[in-house]
């Protein structure tokens, strides 16, 4: 049995070295390519380039890049005079309309007016009936026959007042004469009764004869009878005059009722005629019709709107204005007026009238600006509007209202700059961030925009406000650290990932500028600029645009904004000093010490390039004998090492540096030793086209 064994061993022995034989050319040469495969690697392969086994290792979904700044349109406060203004939408009302009514019922005969006529005062607008065949015309003719009835009527009653009157005037007369002959017969009786007295005393005493007394008895009888008869005779008389005066009197009241009814049969008569003018409607004043509600034809009657007619010389533009804003408007405020936000043609004008009551509903004044409409004086002989360019603004128009609210000296800043939070103005103000170290600011965890100057509890949400730590105020000149394959891993110094062993690189790459919020104090404002009354001193900045996303404490960049938005985004060298890219065709300054240090690509392509550093003296002088190291990376690909780069600078102070970059993103670790000075380090981006 170990016979047989050791028969076995001896057989695979002699089998495999009958194998070896036969394949040794085949091994030799699988050798001799993979030593061939090495070598080509080690000596063609580009710097940074990965192999299969690193590429395969890289995670590329948790690769994120290092934090910039976000561009911003960036404006500086300065002190200039500023004219305070509110915009409000407005309307345009016609100086007056004259809406035509119809004061008779009739039927249209006649219109020759239509929408777009030019009418003057006067002119025929309607004619109701024919004026010769129209019921207007009989119920004048009526009363002009009614009048002069009644004008023959008071004639007659005139005359028989003048009758009654003389009539009156000849009692008058008879009774003077009357009373005349009663005083001569009372005279008369007088001279008798004392004289027949006399005489019966004497006949008594037988002085006279009987024949002689009753001769004056007689005459005493004559002297009452005559009496007696003048009394009658005055009775008479007086009844006569009392009688005409009744008849004058009677009279007078019949010749009043004659005039009353001759005037009164006078003003039907021009009652009549006024009617039958109504038949013609004429316009009142110089205008343009805008509309017609009916055709010839039509029985129209009072209270039905026919026309209406608009006077567009003057125009009224009115803007309804809130009660805050109204209190700073004064008659005779400048306004400008536009027919819409993009016009460039402006009207301006001035407040003629602030109506001295709100809008029960929207409690807002009307402000009003009366302004000359016309654009070009007519043709004489112009019938129709011919263009409706013709008038600054028509009645109806919809217009932008810009009413100033004052001016005077002060510390401005773009309208679009402010923000209202809460019922504070607020501004991104920009700086560096020294310039806000001395300013502590407090902000809500949950609630970002939440940010005061004194420590307390969120509005929104009642929570404690925290203490927001700046980057200088945590570490003065330090950076911190972090792994672009494992973000959360952040460090105040270089070194490591302890998860994958990739170098840390800075966290952010942040511009010159970060921002913060500050309340400030607004006066004056037009929608181009605003007063800035306290919060900000001159030549501060501020953001006016691309602040949307804005949080305390970002780095942002200044750059050229447009009505859709940045011109273009700034370049990677403006956000990050220390890169080499197009915008500064590959070159890069630096300032240590006494010493100026630049560095540049030549060429600025991938593949086949040199490093060029060149070291000079503050004020003059070139530094030769310096050496110069570097240690290159690609920061997007996980901080990969690239070819480390040496060289001494010459009689120029230039050292070039062969380093044939490819295509991408490099840093470069540049180390310059002087001779009896300390090593200066820097670190520098270069973006490889």
């Known amino acids: 049995m170990a016979v ?61 890049p290092p934090k910039g700044a976000v561009p911003v349109a960036i ?3 300065r002190k200039e005079t500023i004219s305070g203004s509110i915009t409000y939408t407005g309307s345009v009302q016609a100086y007056s309309d004259e809406d035509v009514y119809p004061r008779v019922t009739g039927r249209v005969v006649k219109m020759p007016v239509y929408p777009g006529d030019i009418v003057k005062a006067g002119q025929l607008l309607i004619q109701l009936d024919p004026s010769d065949n129209s019921e207007y015309a009989a119920k004048r003719q009526e009363a002009q026959s009614a009048e002069d009835a009644a004008m023959h009527n008071a004639g007659i009653a005139k005359s028989e007042f003048a009758q009654k009157k003389f009539e009156l005037e000849a009692a008058k007369e008879a009774e003077k004469g009357a009373e005349k002959a009663l005083a001569e ?8 009764t004392p004289e027949v007295q006399r005489q019966s005393a004497l006949l008594k005493s037988q002085v006279v004869s009987l024949d002689e007394y009753q001769k004056e008895l007689a005459q005493l009888k004559i002297a009452e009878a005559q009496v007696e008869q003048a009394q009658a005779k005055l009775r008479e008389v007086r009844n006569t005059k009392l009688a005409a005066q009744a008849a ?33 409607i004429l316009a009142q004043e110089d205008g343009v019709v805008t509309k017609r509600l009916i055709s010839p034809g039509v029985v129209v009657n009072p209270g039905m709107m026919v026309l209406k007619v608009a006077h567009v010389k003057q125009v009224r533009v009115q803007a309804e204005v809130a009660s805050e804003d109204a209190g700073r408007l004064k008659l005779g405020a400048n306004v400008s007026i536009k027919g819409s936000q993009a016009s460039n043609k402006e009207v301006q004008a001035r ?4 109506f001295p009551a709100a809008d029960p509903t929207s409690r807002t004044f009307t402000v009003e600006a009366l302004i000359d409409n016309i654009q070009s004086q007519p043709e004489a002989n112009l019938r129709q509007v011919s263009s409706v360019e013709a008038y600054k603004f028509l009645p109806g128009q919809y217009v932008v209202m810009k009413l100033s609210t004052g001016e005077h000296e002060g510390l401005v800043v773009p309208t679009s700059a402010i923000i209202w939070r809460e019922g504070r103005a607020q501004v991104w103000k920009a700086g560096s961030a020294e310039s806000f170290s001395a300013h502590s600011k407090y902000q809500c965890p949950m609630h970002p925009e939440v940010v005061s100057d004194k420590p307390g509890t969120c509005p929104k949400c009642g929570m404690s406000l925290e203490l927001i730590k700046r980057a200088n105020q945590q570490n003065p000149g330090k950076k911190q650290y ?73 780095s942002v960049v200044a750059t050229e904004w447009g009505k859709a938005g940045p011109v273009k985004l700034p370049t990677a060298a403006e956000v990050q000093g220390n890169r080499l890219d197009s915008s500064n065709n590959w070159s890069y300054e630096e300032m240590s010490g006494a010493l100026m240090l630049r560095v540049s690509l030549d060429p600025a392509k991938g593949g086949s390039n040199t490093t060029i550093v060149k070291v000079e003296k503050h004020g003059g002088g070139t530094v030769s004998g310096a050496q110069i190291s570097a240690k290159t990376s690609m920061p997007g690909m996980g901080d990969m090492a690239g070819p480390d780069l040496n060289g001494v600078t010459g009689m ?7 380093s044939d970059l490819s295509s991408g993103l490099w840093r470069l670790k540049l180390k310059i030793s002087i001779p009896g000075s300390a090593p200066l380090e820097t670190s520098v981006d270069a973006e490889v086209p």
């Open 4 to 64: 047989e064994s050791n028969d076995v061993r001896d057989g695979e022995k002699k089998n495999f070295w009958i194998l070896i034989r036969k394949n040794f050319w085949g091994v030799v040469t699988l050798i001799a390519v993979t030593i061939v495969c090495v070598v080509i690697v080690q000596v063609y392969k580009k710097p940074g380039q990965m192999s299969v086994l690193e590429s395969q290792a890289m995670d590329m979904t948790v690769m994120v």
């Open 75 to 77: 404006a500086t406060a």
């Open 185 to 192: 017969a009372n005279a008369n009786l007088a001279y008798w």
């Open 248 to 280: 004058l009197d009677t009279m007078i009241h019949h010749v009043g009722h004659q005039y009353s009814t001759a005037q009164q049969a006078k003003a039907a008569l021009k009652n009549t005629v006024i009617y039958e003018k109504y038949t013609r």
């Open 351 to 354: 407040v003629t009238s602030i």
């Open 482 to 554: 972090t792994c672009t394959m494992h973000p959360e891993v952040v460090t105040d110094a270089p070194g490591k990932c302890p998860k994958c062993g990739m170098d840390l690189v800075p966290k952010q790459l942040g511009g010159k500028n970060e921002v913060h919020l500050v309340d400030v104090e607004i006066g004056i404002t037009n929608p181009d600029q605003t007063e800035i009354v306290k919060g900000l001193s001159e030549g501060d900045q501020v953001v006016h645009a691309g602040f949307a996303n804005l949080q305390p404490g970002m």
């Open 652 to 658: 120029t102070g230039e050292a070039r540096l062969k």
